[in-house]
DNA sequence: CAAAGAACTGAACACCAATTCAGACACTCT
DNA sequence: AGAGTGTCTGAATTGGTGTTCAGTTCTTTG
């Protein structure tokens, strides 16, 4: 054996299999999980069809890397946004909103991701993806039951059936197709935002409150 | 021209296409839609798969229809729950029940009509199935709110989010899997129905009531 | 019953994207 | 330089399912 892997190499190896990843993401947020085959991708990343399978065994492992790698930045986003807040309810509320504002940014992604039907089997890390968010979102429920702010509830039933008011609502087939002036996003994102705080059990008044609370940080809304 | 379509022969026609139809429904049912496939669906209804398309252009037809037909069901089933009530809130808490019900009671299908992955493009359909349903959600919510029990509102964006975390919650990939014994099938109802209820600016305290009126009837919980 | 039209059959075909692999090229080390 | 190994290429293969259609069977009518 007079062969070693030079360090330069393992760098243009980590580069490649990056630019693969990269490359189905963009794919992704243009054209949705259907424009992701194998061949388009490999042209965009500069490669031959058959190279992608030098990284990754199928395309279902393609896809669940892409899947996990959006899900790992959405979960650092909320973390980001909650843990910024002052309290339990706004951390639920800055939560929330996060959600809803990411998943307009990047609605033909976040649409792949979810639910677009894809021609290989993907479920596990769907649901693996789905259930790190959910997580975070009932530990917020749960922190703000533990403080008092909301009556006691099945938090995880609860952060699952608020992921779906968002996702249904936002980007699912009967979202509104006008969202892409800034006014209205806005508008529908608090809109949104609002009826998860009070689905939870926060009263209506406060609920607002809280909501343009959440909504304020202008950042929040240009998206990324 | 000497030959002419008998009655017997056209009851005979239509006997076999809601036939195809049914097989398709049944194996949806069983093993969602990944299984509806031609040639087992023909076996089922006792036809050959080339019969099947003396009944439908295509395989993304026979599907369009299955959707529908569950569809009509789904909405004449929301109806007569809802006219049943006593007000305005009883009715829009019994529709929300029914949906729940009935999508827990057929969770394979109720998945593969509103978001297993096909491999024929079936968006039309399954769009307006989710804004028949939808729409008849937003009808009662707007009534609660001209009845002055719910602050104004978007009443199609509040319906779309109350479908979207019924059906996340209850079917989704994180849906709790042990809701097969009717105790639990009951708390999930009830505790979903709350959370709807609340979203759209029902007190925690009225909401609790409706919810316990809007499960009473014990038919609603055999299924159907 | 025979002729003509309609419906049915199921094996063969078409399609299309994932996957493979033999040959070309690149890199490492003596 | 050149032997040995790793990596890349892209045309060909594969596999699975929707769809077709020539031949068969059934139905109607004179």
Redesign the interface.
């Known amino acids: 054996m007079v062969y070693r892997r030079t360090q330069q190499v393992v760098k243009r190896l980590a580069a490649r299999r990056q630019a693969i990843l990269s490359a189905a993401r963009e794919t992704a947020a243009e054209g949705g999980m259907s424009a992701v085959q194998i061949a388009p991708v490999a042209t965009r990343a500069r490669v031959a069809a058959g190279t992608v399978y030098r990284y990754f065994p199928c395309k279902a492992d393609l896809i669940s890397e892409l899947i996990a790698e959006v899900s790992r930045d959405e979960l650092a986003a909320i973390r980001r946004a909650a843990d910024a807040a002052p309290g339990p309810s706004s951390a639920l509320a800055a939560a929330v909103t996060t959600v809803a504002v990411h998943v307009l940014s990047h609605r033909k992604l976040a649409w792949g991701i979810l639910?677009?039907?894809?021609?290989v089997d993907v479920?596990a890390s769907?649901?693996a993806s789905?259930?790190e968010i959910?997580g975070e979102i009932e530990l917020r429920i749960g922190a703000a039951v533990r403080a008092g702010h909301l009556?006691a509830?099945?938090t995880?039933?609860?952060a699952?059936?608020?992921?779906?008011?968002?996702?249904?609502?936002l980007v699912?087939?009967?979202?509104?197709d006008n969202l892409d002036d800034a006014g209205r996003l806005r508008d529908?994102v608090q809109?949104?935002t609002l009826?998860?705080l009070?689905?939870?059990?926060v009263m209506?008044a406060r609920a607002r409150g809280l909501v343009v609370q959440a909504v304020m940080p202008a950042r929040i809304l240009v998206g990324a």
């Open positions: 639910a677009e039907p894809v021609d479920t769907r649901l789905r259930r959910a009556p509830q099945d995880a039933l609860a699952t059936a608020l992921l779906g008011a968002l996702h249904e609502s699912g087939p009967l979202a509104p529908a809109t949104v009826l998860a009070r689905a939870v059990g209506d």
